[in-house]
Nanobody, 126 residues
């Protein structure tokens, strides 16, 4: 059974930084594209940063370019997202997702073929 579990969210002041982690189990990690999505209250879910399955290609939403860094540690089956210079607009539930042999352009990932975590809340105070 595939499980995707996020951690690392919290309450942070604007300008601070945060590292989110996502550990996946029950799958062959190297075969999966991994990514981070977020959803703020009243807004649609947004793909913010993703890695293709081979790790050679990355995607960042325009709203986060230059402030978000994504990486994966295959030895630990873990995906990371480091957020720098946090802004109140970054406040959202952050979800980790996995797609087998997926590309890096995660806004195009098919929900039916995506494994989702339960999310971790990030709240940025001004």
């Amino acid at each position: 059974q595939v499980q995707v579990v996020e951690s690392g969210g919290g309450l942070v002041q604007a300008g601070g930084s945060l590292r989110l982690s996502c550990t996946a189990s029950g799958l062959t990690f190297r075969d999966y594209a991994m990514g981070w999505f977020r959803q703020a209250p009243g807004k649609e879910r947004e793909g913010v940063s993703c890695l293709n399955w081979s790790g050679g290609s990355t995607y960042f939403a325009d709203s986060v370019k230059g402030r978000f860094t994504i990486s994966r540690d295959s030895a630990k089956n873990t995906l990371y997202l480091i957020i720098y210079n946090l802004k109140p607009a970054d406040t959202a539930m952050y979800y980790c997702a996995a797609v087998r042999y997926g590309g890096s352009f995660c806004p195009a990932w098919d929900d039916d073929n995506t494994y989702w975590g339960q999310g971790t809340q990030v709240t940025v105070s001004s």
